[in-house]
């Protein structure tokens, strides 16, 4: 038996918000949204696609799973998304690291890495 990753969900307060922020982040486009969820994908038939859940809760420690992005210019991609409303966030890593730890409009980390031209580079 074949499986494939679906969706990576992400539980949200202002879905919405978050669901726009990551599509602009991803060059992605909204494919569903109610009251409830918002989906979004490269497209409908692209997996995987990221679903934004409504909770009451909020997010109150370090995420146990984050996104890594691979940019073609890790310095420029991280200017651009500071500017749609990320944040920087100081895991110790120092100066020297390869990597760009943010956070997204709810707090939830993510990396921006250096190009990479395969998952094991």
Known sequence: ???????????????????????E????KVLYED?????I??????LPGMCFLRVPESKTVK?????????????AEVERILALGARRVDVGA??????????DPEGNEFCVLRPKRSLTD
Not at 25 to 28: A, S, T, Y
Not at 35 to 39: K, R
Not at 94 to 103: K, N, R
């Open 1 to 23: 038996m074949a499986v494939r990753m679906y969706h990576v969900t992400v539980d949200s307060h202002d879905i919405s918000g978050q669901a726009r922020f990551w599509a």
């Open 35 to 39: 009251e409830h969820e918002v989906v």
């Open 41 to 46: 994908g490269a497209d409908e038939f692209t």
């Open 25 to 28: 982040v991803l060059d992605w």
């Open 94 to 103: 120092g100066p020297d690291a390869t990597w760009a730890v943010l956070a």
């Open 63 to 75: 995420n146990r799973l984050h996104l890594d992005l691979t940019p073609d210019d890790r310095d």
